[in-house]
């Protein structure tokens, strides 16, 4: 499994920008790019992903080097709520024996000062 | 997005008993759902793959007789711990795949808090 290497924890204040970077230099041609996020005691939830452009929905933007080989998640204004466990993880597109399957990392856990 | 719902959301049973976990994909039908094992301060172990109709693909390490699955329909699938002893406390989290090919998603259910005394 292409793997992804991720800070353990980053820092951020309240309404502030946070960039949650994720280095991923084995990532292959059919490889998405997903992240998740994880609350205490909940289970994860969907951010983003993306395959190689840039990525925006209402939660985050999701920004892919050229060569594919790190991302960024981006969240515009960090609130008190976006506190979580932040995984960056490569999904096999390609219809391989890991086809659709998710392996999660240790992530970064993000703390967001008021 | 979309609604992945589990029950029970916790749960305290007996050394030998079993017990059975519900996940259900409440808006959109799943023909693949995965089922994950968390313990403490650790990240997610994904177990097995489930797909509707067909038998479970397990994990390299993951006992299929003890954990049972079974995916009856495209909306439910079940875990069963059978015989349960104490080290099989964890959190239990399920996911569904919502459409398929390129835009493919994995949801996550709340998870199941599972305390074997």
């Known amino acids: 499994d292409a793997k992804t290497t991720q800070p353990n924890s980053m820092e951020s204040n309240e309404e502030e920008p946070v960039h949650l970077p994720c280095n991923h230099s084995t990532i292959s041609g059919t490889d998405y790019i997903h992240w998740y996020r994880q609350l205490p005691s909940q289970g994860p939830e969907y951010v983003i992903h993306?395959?190689?452009s840039n990525v925006n929905n209402r939660m985050a933007s999701l920004a892919i080097a050229e060569d594919r080989k790190s991302s960024t998640l981006i969240l515009h204004r960090a609130t008190l709520r976006d506190a979580a466990v932040y995984y960056c993880i490569l999904r096999d597109g390609g219809g391989g024996t890991s086809y659709g399957k998710l392996t999660f990392g240790q992530g970064t856990i993000l703390t967001v000062h008021p | 997005g979309a609604v992945v719902s589990q029950h029970p959301s916790r749960v305290i049973c007996k050394s030998g008993t079993s017990v059975k976990i519900e996940c259900r994909s409440l808006?959109?039908?799943?023909?693949?759902m995965f089922w994950y094992r968390q313990f403490p301060k650790k990240s997610l172990m994904l177990m097995a793959t489930?797909?509707?109709?067909?038998?479970?693909?397990?994990e390299q390490g993951v006992e299929k007789d003890k954990f049972l699955i079974n995916h009856a329909s495209l909306t439910l699938s079940t875990l069963t711990v059978t015989s349960a002893h104490p080290e099989d406390s964890s959190f239990y989290i399920c996911?569904?795949?919502?459409?398929?090919?390129?835009?493919?998603?994995?949801?996550f259910g709340p998870g199941t808090r599972l305390l074997v005394l």
């Open positions: 993306g395959l190689t």
């Open positions: 808006d959109f039908q799943a023909t693949t």
């Open positions: 489930s797909n509707e109709g067909s038998k479970a693909t397990y």
């Open positions: 996911s569904a795949s919502k459409a398929q090919g390129l835009r493919e998603t994995q949801y």
